[in-house]
């Protein structure tokens, strides 16, 4: 299957830091990323539809002044997570389309687990 | 609106046993897709299966087969002779076609085959 890469796997910043989530696609052009995050034991909720060279459409709720989506290349879309706080503590998920073999499929990333102290 | 349902939230069974996830789905499309992943302890999403609504035609895979009925909206997941390595969380997720190719997922059920 595809593959979807992201980095770093893990992070650990101090509360008011910003830090920054890449996720790129190793073996195909991904015109459309999407961003999600998972709390500990629940389902992942989708945060934001990045598309390459326009800018990334967030879900209801989501801050997009908060968390920064850039998709500059058709391989890597990045997320910034601004002034992290403690409850931006979460599991953080890319994926990217392919309209290859298997037509309006998402491969996943492996996640980054971010804790904010 | 779209929605996905996986009432069971968690299953045990015993290796070698077969077990059936449940998935139900609710959308107004008459085009949509349906995927099942699965999310290990390391918490990757692994792609199974993805089925468009027009395709009723149940699916094997190895120990894996699908069981799509649109009468039910429902699309459930058996695994055969189960093994602990399919302990896992099991996401169904649901995609319509005129929807930015969205996915909206199940709650998930959580797998724990046990020797």
């Known amino acids: 299957g595809a593959v979807v890469s992201q980095h770093p796997s893990w992070v650990i910043c101090k509360s008011g830091t910003s830090v920054k989530i890449e996720c790129r696609s190793l073996d195909f052009q991904a015109t459309t990323m999407f961003w999600y995050r998972q709390f500990p034991k629940q389902s992942l909720m989708l945060m934001a539809t990045?598309?390459?060279?326009?800018?990334?459409?967030?879900e209801q709720g989501v801050e997009k002044d908060k968390f920064l989506i850039n998709h500059a290349s058709l391989t890597l879309s990045t997320l910034t997570v601004t002034s992290a706080h403690p409850e931006d503590s979460s599991f953080y998920i890319c994926?990217?389309?392919?309209?290859?073999?298997?037509?309006?499929?998402?491969?996943f990333g492996p996640g980054t687990r971010l804790l904010v102290l | 609106a779209q929605k996905v349902t996986q009432a069971q939230t968690e299953i045990s069974v015993v290796e070698k046993e077969d077990v059936t996830l449940d998935c139900v789905y609710e959308t107004r499309d008459t085009t949509y897709y349906l995927f099942w992943y699965k999310q290990p302890p390391s918490g990757e999403l692994v792609f199974l299966i993805r089925r468009n609504s027009f395709d009723e035609q149940n699916e094997i895979s190895g120990r894996y087969s699908w069981n799509f009925q649109k009468s039910t909206s429902s699309f459930n997941f058996t695994i055969t002779a189960s093994q602990v390595v399919d302990s896992a969380v099991y996401f169904c997720?649901?995609?319509?076609?005129?929807?930015?190719?969205?996915?909206?997922f199940g709650t998930g059920t959580q797998l724990k085959v046990e020797l």
């Open positions: 994926s990217a389309l392919t309209s290859g073999r298997v037509k309006e499929t998402q491969y």
């Open positions: 997720a649901l995609i319509m076609t005129g929807g930015g190719n969205k996915l909206t």
């Open positions: 990045s598309n390459e060279g326009s800018k990334a459409t967030y």
